[in-house]
Protein backbone atom coordinates (compact mmCIF):
# COMPACT_ATOMS: atom_id res chain seq x y z
CA UNK A 1 0.00 0.00 0.00
CA UNK A 2 1.28 3.65 -0.45
CA UNK A 3 1.13 6.34 2.05
CA UNK A 4 -1.76 7.49 1.21
CA UNK A 5 -3.71 4.46 1.07
CA UNK A 6 -2.60 3.43 4.58
CA UNK A 7 -3.06 7.23 5.97
CA UNK A 8 -7.04 6.96 4.66
CA UNK A 9 -7.11 3.23 5.89
CA UNK A 10 -5.75 4.34 9.61
CA UNK A 11 -8.82 7.08 9.52
CA UNK A 12 -11.42 4.77 8.03
CA UNK A 13 -10.38 2.19 11.06
CA UNK A 14 -10.67 5.45 13.39
CA UNK A 15 -13.93 6.74 12.48
CA UNK A 16 -15.27 2.70 12.60
CA UNK A 17 -13.74 2.65 16.10
CA UNK A 18 -15.57 6.15 17.38
CA UNK A 19 -18.97 4.84 15.33
CA UNK A 20 -18.63 1.12 17.23
CA UNK A 21 -18.26 3.04 20.34
CA UNK A 22 -21.20 4.68 20.46
CA UNK A 23 -23.07 2.33 19.11
CA UNK A 24 -22.17 0.10 21.52
CA UNK A 25 -23.58 1.45 24.76
CA UNK A 26 -26.04 -0.37 26.43
CA UNK A 27 -26.13 0.47 29.76
CA UNK A 28 -29.20 3.20 30.69
CA UNK A 29 -28.16 7.37 30.48
CA UNK A 30 -30.88 8.36 33.06
CA UNK A 31 -33.30 6.41 33.92
CA UNK A 32 -33.77 3.13 31.53
CA UNK A 33 -33.26 5.14 28.04
CA UNK A 34 -29.66 6.52 26.53
CA UNK A 35 -29.31 9.53 24.51
CA UNK A 36 -30.75 9.40 20.98
CA UNK A 37 -33.97 7.14 21.59
CA UNK A 38 -36.81 8.08 19.77
CA UNK A 39 -40.15 9.67 21.22
CA UNK A 40 -42.08 6.34 20.78
CA UNK A 41 -38.24 4.30 22.81
CA UNK A 42 -38.38 6.78 25.64
CA UNK A 43 -42.44 6.75 26.26
CA UNK A 44 -41.83 2.55 25.95
CA UNK A 45 -39.39 2.19 28.54
CA UNK A 46 -42.13 4.26 31.08
CA UNK A 47 -44.78 2.19 32.68
CA UNK A 48 -47.07 5.85 33.32
CA UNK A 49 -49.14 7.43 30.67
CA UNK A 50 -47.35 11.11 30.38
CA UNK A 51 -49.36 13.92 31.27
CA UNK A 52 -48.46 15.68 27.51
CA UNK A 53 -46.98 14.86 24.39
CA UNK A 54 -45.37 17.16 21.81
CA UNK A 55 -43.16 16.34 19.24
CA UNK A 56 -40.30 17.87 21.04
CA UNK A 57 -41.10 16.93 24.58
CA UNK A 58 -42.72 14.02 26.68
CA UNK A 59 -44.30 15.26 30.23
CA UNK A 60 -45.40 13.10 33.20
CA UNK A 61 -46.87 14.81 35.94
CA UNK A 62 -46.43 11.93 38.58
CA UNK A 63 -43.12 10.35 38.67
CA UNK A 64 -41.81 8.35 41.98
CA UNK A 65 -38.17 9.20 42.83
CA UNK A 66 -36.67 8.68 46.16
CA UNK A 67 -39.99 8.22 47.94
CA UNK A 68 -41.13 11.35 46.24
CA UNK A 69 -43.49 12.22 43.34
CA UNK A 70 -41.83 14.71 41.04
CA UNK A 71 -42.32 15.73 37.23
CA UNK A 72 -40.46 14.23 34.87
CA UNK A 73 -39.53 16.15 31.39
CA UNK A 74 -38.14 14.65 28.25
CA UNK A 75 -36.85 17.38 25.82
CA UNK A 76 -35.66 15.87 22.17
CA UNK A 77 -34.06 17.50 19.09
CA UNK A 78 -35.76 16.35 16.08
CA UNK A 79 -36.18 12.31 17.29
CA UNK A 80 -33.35 12.21 19.16
CA UNK A 81 -33.88 12.36 23.45
CA UNK A 82 -31.04 15.30 24.32
CA UNK A 83 -31.81 15.99 27.88
CA UNK A 84 -34.55 15.02 30.80
CA UNK A 85 -35.17 16.95 33.93
CA UNK A 86 -36.96 16.05 37.22
CA UNK A 87 -38.48 18.99 38.78
CA UNK A 88 -40.05 19.52 42.01
CA UNK A 89 -41.76 22.61 43.44
CA UNK A 90 -43.55 24.47 46.40
CA UNK A 91 -47.33 23.95 46.06
CA UNK A 92 -50.20 24.16 48.25
CA UNK A 93 -48.63 20.83 49.60
CA UNK A 94 -45.09 20.78 49.12
CA UNK A 95 -43.37 23.58 51.52
CA UNK A 96 -40.03 25.17 50.98
CA UNK A 97 -38.37 22.81 53.92
CA UNK A 98 -40.08 19.44 51.90
CA UNK A 99 -38.01 21.18 48.96
CA UNK A 100 -34.78 22.25 50.41
CA UNK A 101 -34.27 18.62 52.44
CA UNK A 102 -35.55 16.84 49.01
CA UNK A 103 -32.79 19.02 47.45
CA UNK A 104 -30.22 17.88 50.27
CA UNK A 105 -31.12 14.04 50.35
CA UNK A 106 -30.91 13.98 46.14
CA UNK A 107 -27.51 15.77 46.32
CA UNK A 108 -26.37 13.42 48.59
CA UNK A 109 -27.38 10.37 46.38
CA UNK A 110 -26.30 11.49 43.11
CA UNK A 111 -23.04 12.46 45.10
CA UNK A 112 -22.72 8.73 45.95
CA UNK A 113 -23.39 7.96 42.16
CA UNK A 114 -21.23 10.23 40.59
CA UNK A 115 -18.80 11.28 43.23
CA UNK A 116 -18.46 15.56 44.79
CA UNK A 117 -20.35 17.80 42.40
CA UNK A 118 -18.86 20.96 42.22
CA UNK A 119 -20.51 23.34 43.87
CA UNK A 120 -21.90 27.53 42.85
CA UNK A 121 -23.66 29.41 44.71
CA UNK A 122 -25.27 32.81 43.62
CA UNK A 123 -27.74 34.50 45.87
CA UNK A 124 -30.55 32.01 46.62
CA UNK A 125 -29.64 29.52 43.90
CA UNK A 126 -27.46 27.06 44.56
CA UNK A 127 -26.20 24.72 41.47
CA UNK A 128 -24.28 21.67 41.62
CA UNK A 129 -22.58 20.08 38.68
CA UNK A 130 -21.43 16.32 38.23
CA UNK A 131 -20.13 15.41 34.35
CA UNK A 132 -19.58 11.70 33.02
CA UNK A 133 -18.28 10.74 30.28
CA UNK A 134 -22.01 11.12 27.95
CA UNK A 135 -24.12 13.53 30.29
CA UNK A 136 -23.82 16.83 32.27
CA UNK A 137 -26.07 16.46 35.74
CA UNK A 138 -26.99 19.65 37.01
CA UNK A 139 -29.01 19.66 40.80
CA UNK A 140 -30.06 23.85 41.05
CA UNK A 141 -32.00 24.72 44.04
CA UNK A 142 -33.65 28.04 44.14
CA UNK A 143 -36.26 31.09 44.86
CA UNK A 144 -37.38 31.84 41.19
CA UNK A 145 -40.38 33.31 40.44
CA UNK A 146 -43.39 31.14 42.27
CA UNK A 147 -41.37 30.10 45.22
CA UNK A 148 -38.73 27.14 46.01
CA UNK A 149 -38.13 24.62 43.00
CA UNK A 150 -35.64 21.74 42.66
CA UNK A 151 -34.88 21.08 39.16
CA UNK A 152 -31.94 18.06 38.12
CA UNK A 153 -31.29 18.08 34.48
CA UNK A 154 -29.50 15.32 32.75
CA UNK A 155 -27.76 16.80 29.50
CA UNK A 156 -26.73 14.84 26.41
CA UNK A 157 -22.90 15.48 26.30
CA UNK A 158 -22.45 13.43 22.98
CA UNK A 159 -25.39 14.86 20.84
CA UNK A 160 -23.92 17.44 19.48
CA UNK A 161 -21.23 15.43 17.38
CA UNK A 162 -18.76 13.17 17.15
CA UNK A 163 -16.92 12.82 20.71
CA UNK A 164 -13.00 13.77 20.74
CA UNK A 165 -10.77 11.03 20.23
CA UNK A 166 -9.17 11.43 23.92
CA UNK A 167 -12.45 10.33 25.70
CA UNK A 168 -12.45 6.62 23.63
CA UNK A 169 -10.82 5.31 26.58
CA UNK A 170 -13.88 6.30 29.31
CA UNK A 171 -16.33 4.00 27.48
CA UNK A 172 -15.74 1.34 30.59
CA UNK A 173 -16.58 4.16 33.07
CA UNK A 174 -18.76 2.90 35.61
CA UNK A 175 -20.79 4.95 38.19
CA UNK A 176 -19.95 4.55 41.52
CA UNK A 177 -23.03 3.29 42.79
CA UNK A 178 -25.60 2.40 40.92
CA UNK A 179 -28.95 4.55 42.34
CA UNK A 180 -32.30 3.60 40.45
CA UNK A 181 -33.43 6.60 38.32
CA UNK A 182 -30.74 9.00 39.28
Same mark, same amino acid.
Given at each position: ??? %??????????????????????????? #??? #? *??? /????????? @???? /????????????????????? !?????? +???????????? %?????? &?????? %????????? @???????? =? =? &???? !????? *???????? #??? !??????? *????? %???????? +????? +??? @??????????????
Amino acid at each position: MSI %TYKWLFNVLLMHLVVISSLMAQQTADI #RQV #R *WGF /SLKEVQQTE @SLKP /SKVRRDKIVYAHIPLANRTVG !LEYEFN +GDSLLSASYYYY %TTASIT &QAEVMS %TSTELEGLL @SEKYGPGK =V =V &QVGE !LRTVN *WLTPRTQI #RLA !LGNINRG *WSLEI %TYLCRICS +GTPQI +GTL @SKNNWKALKDIKNL
